[in-house]
């Protein structure tokens, strides 16, 4: 690589560490290619990025340099960048958000309507702030979560994002979600299914499913362990409740 150059990264998800449990991509590229590695996540759409329609992003940089050169790099008239020093928080939105997207997915091909969804959103985004504070607490702010790598792509994914779309058809045509995946997606992966898997792995480790069970849901009923039905149920009894 040449001297002085860094790198940013765009993927929403996560590499399986060695032994189980999450690696952040930032973090791989960083440790290959000896540079350090910034990242973008937020509300941002392709589609929508492409035929030029306003959106806004968050880069997540732990040097202000670095964040400054990336913010006039990338900011345009309908593309806004906010920037912010919690790398991991941005990252972990990214992918954890995805989670969520299934879990709204299952609520729409259920039929259960906006305030049960809205319930999902919001118990899902509980579940983010907890994962990350548990395993990247003296790393996290929760002004982040208000960015649009937080709560704003949340509301995206729930609402127009392809892990929204296959399991909401996941529901209603009782088709594998690996089928489904590429009847819908052109080529594009699914990426809750896998990212609650290895998230389920790290809530197992320490004994903490049943103070995560959305996310533990999602991750059954995805694996074929418990019917899309019982989505409810997590949220019914979320700790939030009691």
Request: contains cysteine; glycine residues 12%; charged residues 20%.
């Given at each position: 690589?040449?001297?002085?150059?860094?790198?940013?990264?765009?993927?929403?998800?996560?590499?399986?560490?060695?032994?189980?449990?999450?690696?952040?991509?930032?973090?791989?590229?960083?440790?290959?290619?000896?540079?350090?590695?910034?990242?973008?996540?937020?509300?941002?759409?392709?589609?929508?990025?492409?035929?030029?329609?306003?959106?806004?992003?968050?880069?997540?940089?732990?040097?202000?340099?670095?964040?400054?050169?990336?913010?006039?790099?990338?900011?345009?008239?309908?593309?806004?960048?906010?920037?912010?020093?919690?790398?991991?928080?941005?990252?972990?939105?990214?992918?954890?958000?995805?989670?969520?997207?299934?879990?709204?997915?299952?609520?729409?091909?259920?039929?259960?309507?906006?305030?049960?969804?809205?319930?999902?959103?919001?118990?899902?985004?509980?579940?983010?702030v907890r994962f990350i504070q548990?395993?990247?607490?003296?790393?996290?702010?929760?002004?982040?979560?208000?960015?649009?790598?937080g709560v704003a792509d949340l509301?995206?994914?729930?609402?127009?994002?392809?892990?929204?779309?296959?399991?909401?058809?996941?529901?209603?045509?009782?088709?594998?979600?690996?089928?489904?995946?590429?009847?819908?997606?052109?080529?594009?992966?699914?990426?809750?299914?896998?990212?609650?898997?290895?998230?389920?792995?790290?809530?197992?480790?320490?004994?903490?499913?049943?103070?995560?069970?959305?996310?533990?849901?999602?991750?059954?009923?995805?694996?074929?362990?418990?019917?899309?039905?019982?989505?409810?149920?997590?949220?019914?009894?979320?700790?939030?409740?009691?």
């Amino acid at each position: 690589m040449k001297p002085g150059a860094i790198g940013l990264s765009l993927i929403k998800g996560f590499d399986i560490a060695e032994g189980g449990g999450i690696e952040l991509i930032s973090h791989i590229i960083t440790r290959l290619l000896n540079i350090p590695c910034n990242v973008l996540m937020g509300a941002n759409l392709a589609h929508e990025i492409a035929d030029g329609k306003f959106s806004e992003t968050t880069i997540g940089s732990h040097d202000v340099t670095q964040g400054q050169i990336l913010h006039k790099l990338i900011q345009s008239e309908n593309f806004r960048v906010v920037v912010v020093a919690d790398v991991e928080t941005v990252e972990l939105c990214g992918a954890l958000k995805n989670i969520v997207g299934v879990g709204a997915g299952l609520i729409d091909g259920l039929q259960y309507g906006d305030n049960t969804k809205a319930a999902v959103i919001r118990l899902g985004l509980m579940e983010m702030v907890r994962f990350i504070q548990e395993f990247y607490g003296g790393k996290c702010q929760l002004s982040t979560f208000l960015e649009s790598c937080g709560v704003a792509d949340l509301v995206t994914t729930c609402y127009g994002g392809r892990n929204r779309k296959v399991a909401e058809a996941f529901v209603k045509t009782g088709k594998k979600l690996e089928e489904l995946e590429k009847e819908l997606l052109n080529g594009q992966r699914l990426q809750g299914p896998q990212t609650a898997e290895e998230v389920n792995h790290m809530l197992k480790s320490r004994g903490l499913e049943e103070k995560f069970p959305l996310f533990t849901a999602v991750h059954r009923i995805c694996i074929g362990q418990i019917p899309p039905t019982a989505i409810i149920d997590s949220i019914r009894n979320h700790p939030e409740h009691m």
